[in-house]
Every structure is written in structure tokens, then in C-alpha cells.
């Protein structure tokens, strides 16, 4: 399943640490917290100051599924029409039927899964900010950040993105 992860912005350590605290007093446990800084020393004693690696692997694994499905798409056109140039029925429908597939798939990854990653972040963070990633199932998204907005007015809602996690 999908989780969201929740990107919010805290000017300091001390915000950062009491909105963890709630979080977790929600019901939010500290393996779906994550605490990224410029410098991780700031933020040793946060959950998971390692954030950024697992973050860069989803971005990657992203633009793989991406390339992957466009390459497939491209491959059935190719198919396709090879298919009608011998006149192949049921080899073009089943091309056709491939593209609309991976035509529907990268369709619904573009319009409906949250897209928010760690590098939108480099330069508040380079300004001494503290991100928090939080992952909650969808259910809870509009709980999460309700609690947060109204404890942390100071927190900035940076964003969404999806975590397996």
C-alpha cells in the first residue's frame, strides 16, 4: 500500500522536536518520522537523520518506472505497426491494447500520485530549516496536518509526495 509522506518546514530544532513529540502522541510511531537537516550533528537525536538516501531511492525508483513504462509504450507502437504492415490482426490489438495500458498507467501516476521530493528542499534547508517527512496512510493526511497547522503555526506545509514506508 501507499502511504503519503507529509513535508513540513520548521525554522529550528526545537519546533521540529516538540511536533514530533505530538505526532507521536497521535499515534504516529517514530519509525514514520524522519528529520532531515544540512547538518545532520543539528539533528542527531530526531528519528532517521539518514532520510535522504531513502528519499533519493524513491526518486529514482520513479524515473525507472517512468522510463520503464514509456520504453514499453514505444515498444507496442513499434509493435503495432509492424503488426499492421503484415496484417496481423490479433498481433495489432494486442500492441493496441499494451499501449492503452501503459498510456493509462503513466496517465494515473501523473495525475493522481502525489509527487513531492527531498530536493525541493535544498535551500531551506541550506538556511538552517528542519524538514520533517511523515508517513501516514491517506487517511489520515487531513488529521496530520491539522494537528500540525494548529500546534506549529510556524510550520510550513511543503508538500506530499507517496513512501512505502
Not at 112 to 138: N, T, Y
Amino acid at each position: 500500500m501507499l502511504n503519503r509522506r507529509l513535508f513540513f518546514l520548521f525554522p529550528d530544532v526545537e519546533h521540529a522536536r516538540t511536533a514530533i513529540r505530538e505526532l507521536e502522541a497521535s499515534g504516529v510511531g517514530r519509525a514514520s518520522i524522519h528529520a532531515v537537516a544540512a547538518d545532520p550533528a543539528r539533528i542527531a537525536d530526531l528519528p532517521d537523520p539518514r532520510t535522504p538516501e531513502r528519499a533519493d531511492a524513491q526518486w529514482r525508483l520513479e524515473h525507472r518506472l517512468w522510463r520503464l513504462n514509456l520504453g514499453v509504450f514505444f515498444a507496442a507502437l513499434a509493435g503495432l505497426a509492424f503488426a499492421l504492415w503484415l496484417e496481423i490482426a490479433w498481433a495489432a490489438m494486442l500492441a493496441l491494447v499494451l499501449m492503452l495500458v501503459t498510456f493509462g498507467a503513466g496517465a494515473w501516476f501523473a495525475l493522481r500520485v502525489p509527487d513531492a521530493h527531498l530536493d525541493e528542499f535544498r535551500e531551506a534547508l541550506a538556511h538552517g530549516e528542519i524538514l520533517l517527512l511523515v508517513d501516514v496512510p491517506p487517511a489520515r493526511v487531513r488529521a496530520i496536518e491539522a494537528l500540525v497547522h494548529r500546534y506549529h503555526p510556524e510550520a510550513a506545509e511543503a508538500g506530499v509526495g507517496w513512501s512505502t514506508g
